[in-house]
């Protein structure tokens, strides 16, 4: 499979035949928001696969995202007892839509999943596991957002907010090699949510990082490791031995040819123990072509 080819429409649809795709997605993605569609309006979409040939199947199966008006009442039966102008023109549930709001806060999200880029300037957080219909009456989602762990959202104002229904969101735009801390509150339709939270960690380590808590290093000479990345404890105690070498027979080193690239040779050592030697700091790499059992 090559990409895929995203259809849309206003109507129902099981057929593409003639029909123009939307957008396309390359092979891999596997999922896509869609923004600036027409509002107060049901949805129609098919996600074709299409193969390297060009090859797909025009009979297709429509999935759809029905759009609850402001002023709902029911597709069957609409009721509108008042003077003035009636101006629903597309009252839009399909049978019947009812929320019932409590004054008990929606359920607080705690820890979530969170990825992030390298260098901590895109972030997504996914709150899929939260089960928000068991809450009965979740309106919409905040987003706060610090660069310090915080508890409280009281007096924060959010980053953003999502609708009801939205289970992930990727923010963009964040500042690069620092820490983010973010929460995710959902707020029912009468405004109520908690703000005591349990926030979730981006943590972005950084380019020149040794630890977090503690580095040493006993030795003599320059210690040049710029990119040591415990996030605990980093040790590195130097001794007079000289490491073990890498081609002794136990050490499972071999040579092949690539697969993956022209005229290249891959080369392994699963099984050296590196922790037995104490304190490798590097490998150098040597190459002749011809024998050579010496590297003075």
């Known amino acids: ?38 509002v107060w309006q049901d949805h129609f979409f098919a996600i074709v696969p299409v193969d390297a040939l060009g090859g797909y199947h025009t009979d297709v199966f429509y999935s759809a995202a029905y759009v609850l ?3 709902l009442i029911s597709r069957e039966i609409s009721l509108f007892n008042g003077a003035g102008d009636f ?16 004054d ?30 068991a809450q009965d009456d979740v309106a919409y989602y905040l987003i706060y957002y610090s660069n310090s762990a915080f508890g409280d959202v009281s007096g924060m104002t959010p ?26 509150v959902p707020v029912d339709s009468q405004g109520n949510r908690y703000t005591d939270v349990i926030y979730n960690g981006a943590y972005v380590l950084g380019g020149e990082l040794i630890s977090r808590e503690i580095s040493l290093f006993n030795g003599t000479g320059d210690f040049s490791q710029p990119e040591v990345i415990s996030r605990e404890i980093s040790l590195l105690v130097a001794d007079d031995a000289v490491p ?11 040579a092949t040819t690539s ?31 011809i024998y050579f059992d010496d590297v003075s």
């Open 69 to 71: 008006g402001a002023e």
């Open 1 to 38: 499979m090559a990409y895929y080819a995203i259809y849309y429409s206003s109507n129902a649809f099981t057929d593409i035949s003639g029909m123009t795709a939307f957008t396309n997605i390359p092979a891999g993605q596997l999922s896509l928001m869609l923004e600036g569609l027409p």
């Open 87 to 102: 101006s629903r023109p597309e009252v839009i549930s399909r049978e019947i839509s009812v929320v019932i709001g409590t």
């Open 104 to 133: 008990e806060p929606p359920e607080r999200i705690g820890k979530i999943p969170v990825s992030t880029s390298p260098m901590g300037d895109e972030v997504t957080l996914d709150w899929t596991a939260y089960n928000a219909l």
């Open 259 to 289: 697969t993956q690239a022209y005229q290249a040779v891959e080369l392994t050592w699963l099984n050296y123990n590196e922790l037995e030697q104490g304190d490798v700091s590097k490998y150098r790499i040597y190459v002749s072509d």
């Open 244 to 254: 073990a070498p890498v081609t002794g027979l136990t050490s499972g080193f071999a």
């Open 159 to 184: 980053y953003t907010n999502v609708m009801a229904g939205t289970q992930w969101i990727t923010l963009t735009g964040l500042p690069i090699w620092q820490d983010h801390f973010f929460a995710v």
